[in-house]
């Protein structure tokens, strides 16, 4: 109708203000701006039938921000379908998953996301395959915007992604560390935010951000926020029931499965590394043949 509109014998005032509003309508902040200069110019005119239209649906001037909140157990398992639908329809939709690794509000059971050797209901004996990597998944997109956080590790790349994931014209999830009852924090849930920096600290909780709009820039996309895990998993793993419980009941399943989210963290964070500086691994590869060379001039020395 502001199209139409901007066809008509209308004062230049009015028809500069509905420009642009009209190339800024996508945009919170702007479209907010221009959309309140047009209500008050209409407000102020006597209006054609068109105008008085276009008046009258003025609460659809500022951009809507338009969010899906759901957990690990609807976003993961048992309601992917319906959040893969929605990532795939390309609208510009905001989801955030309270990723709690288990069904929290029904009784505590596995989910997807229910890591390597964690305890919870129908994994009694602690869960023998890896967490599904949902934020990596919805990354095979290419247009959907991705972020991994963590509130206690890290408040600025939380909103840094909760900004960049609203100003992007697409579909955008982000993942958040939630640590609920069920996972028997050893120290309490009163130091949640703490157990959340220690997750991160670990390498049990990846931060990063994977933005579309950096690739059109002629950047890498993907940004890992996160340092290198820093050998305090172990430590990380005794501290929540949900793992240390295991090892009482079965010492040596405990060993094999603890040795087995060591080795699977430690991989994921070689992928995100090389996701984040694809070069690494050029260098990686030169460093070693460079000292296989020097290791085969010495033995021949010798």
């Keep these: ?89 390309g609208e510009d939709i905001n989801l955030l998953v309270m990723d709690t690794e ?35 998944i919805a990354m095979t997109y290419g247009y959907v915007y991705v972020a991994s956080v963590s509130m206690g590790a890290s408040k600025q790349q939380l909103m840094k992604a909760f900004i960049e994931a609203e100003k992007y014209p697409g579909p ?49 996309p993907f940004i890992l926020d996160s340092k290198a895990p820093d050998g305090t998993l172990q430590e990380f793993l005794a501290n929540e029931n949900r793992f240390a419980v295991l090892e009482k009941i079965s010492p040596e399943g405990s060993k094999k499965l603890r040795a087995q989210i060591d080795e699977e963290i430690k991989k994921r964070y070689q992928t995100l590394a090389l996701m984040a500086d694809p070069k690494s691994i050029c260098d990686d590869e030169a460093t070693a043949e460079k000292d296989a060379a020097d290791k085969a001039k010495d033995d021949k020395k010798k």
């Design 1 to 89: 109708m502001v199209s139409e509109a901007l066809q008509t014998d209308i004062d230049e005032e009015l028809k500069d203000v509905m420009e642009n509003w009209l190339a800024n309508m996508d945009d919170a902040d702007l479209s907010k701006t221009y959309g309140q200069r047009m209500e008050l110019l209409l407000a102020s005119r006597d209006l054609d039938p068109l105008l008085e239209e276009i008046y009258d649906g003025a609460d659809m001037f500022v951009k809507k921000s338009v969010w899906a909140f759901g957990g690990d157990g609807w976003a993961y398992d048992i309601g992917y379908g319906g959040l893969d639908h929605v990532i795939a329809s």
């Design 102 to 136: 288990v069904y929290s509000n029904t009784g505590g059971q596995s989910s997807k996301a229910t890591p390597t050797g964690a305890v919870a209901k129908f994994a009694a004996s602690g869960k023998k395959v890896t967490k599904k990597d949902l934020g990596r």
């Design 172 to 220: 955008s999830l982000i993942i958040c560390y939630a640590p609920c009852i069920n996972q028997g924090l050893r120290s309490g849930m009163g130091k949640s935010q703490e157990e959340m920096k220690k997750a991160v600290d670990s390498g049990y909780w990846p931060l990063y951000r994977f933005n579309p709009l950096l690739e059109k820039e002629g950047k890498n």
